[in-house]
């Protein structure tokens, strides 16, 4: 079951020209499915990807022994509340469903994130909207992300 946030998708799609892309698709069982792919411009990046593919591929963040995946999502969300210009759009209990636009221009990246309960992984996927190119501001992002969230936790990220 996905809770709406504070503001419904509905608005944000009305706000932004249209719906997030490459939001997790929620299986029958309440566990989230795969992540989008991410295009072929270089503004995205996805754990979920070929990581053979340097350009999009970032790696996925464990969760440590004992931590549940519902309080992975918790600290994961809390992360993403707490950056600027950062929106929660939706949240499950192992999916969310963000956007943080960028500080000079306003563009919408679209933030995807999902816990995979079997294999104990963390997965992120963040895209712009519009244009081809980001400087690298998704890969900054969400290396960000889950450099402190390995940190908290106490796991190695990237993983050797």
Do not use: K
């Not at 593919?53 to 999502?73: C, F, N």
């Not at 929106?87 to 933030?111: H, I, N, Q």
């Amino acid at each position: 079951m996905i809770r709406r946030a504070t503001s419904p998708l509905a608005a944000a799609s009305a706000e932004t020209g249209g719906p997030p892309t490459g939001a997790a698709q929620e299986a029958a069982d309440g566990v989230p499915g795969r992540l989008a792919d991410c295009p072929a411009t270089p503004n995205c990046v996805s754990s979920e990807g070929d990581p053979r593919d340097a350009v999009h591929y970032v790696a996925p963040l464990g969760l440590p022994d004992g931590l549940a995946p519902e309080a992975a999502m918790d600290a994961f969300e809390a992360l993403v509340r707490s950056a600027p210009r950062s929106e929660v759009l939706e949240r499950g209990p192992l999916r969310l469903r963000a956007t943080v636009r960028t500080a000079v221009f306003r563009f919408v990246d679209d933030v995807d994130a999902r816990i995979d309960p079997a294999a104990r992984l963390l997965h992120v996927r963040s895209a712009s909207r519009v244009g081809r190119g980001d400087f690298g501001a998704n890969r900054r992002r969400v290396s960000a992300w889950l450099r402190e969230l390995s940190r908290a936790w106490g796991v190695a990220w990237p993983p050797r």
